[in-house]
């Protein structure tokens, strides 16, 4: 992390223009950061933030994410952004909306996975909309249709999955307007499955240029 933050000032003359900051504040210390460091370019920098346990709760990820932000050099005027990435685990659906409506105050994102991250791998191969029951069921799938057959959390799987990565968004994104015609909230328990990950996919994807 960067040292505490000066008073900004966009008005400035004499201030250069930086290349913005893509902050990823993640619940998962393998899978998440060895997927999401790829998309660090030369014209955006990338900081992938895992965090304890203790926080893994959707509400308290968003706003220890506040906490963690408050510390380092976060312009969103320059074009910085944060998005908080997680999945549904345990959290209620009262605790996934308090985290959203947080997350809204102060403007970051959410890429949000139920039941698991690995939802959007399994994307890169086939469309699934029937109910997952957990990270487990969705790893069991990779690995027996030989997607990815040698995946573990500490693999690192983006080369394989890269000339999918079009296929994955369409479906990902195909899945949650289904939701919406079903008037089924996105962070919600109700969800299963779906994932958000595309999204902010697209918009990493449209700094790589």
Known sequence: MAKMRKEYNPDKPSRRKRRPIIYIICEGKETETLYFRH???????????????????AEHLVKHAKSLISQTAYYPWDGDQL???FDCDDNKNTELQAAKEYAQKYGYQIAYSNPSFEYWYLLHFEKRNGHLKDSGTVIEILKSKRYLEEYEKSTDVFDKLLPHQAKA???????????????????SRDSNPVTTVYALVEFLNSKQV
């Open 39 to 57: 998309f660090r370019s030369r014209n955006c920098l990338v900081d992938i933030i895992p965090i304890s346990s203790k926080h893994k709760a």
């Open 83 to 85: 998005w908080c990435v």
């Open 169 to 187: 968004i369409e479906r990902a994104r195909e899945r949650t307007k289904q939701l919406g015609r079903d008037c089924t909230p996105i962070l």
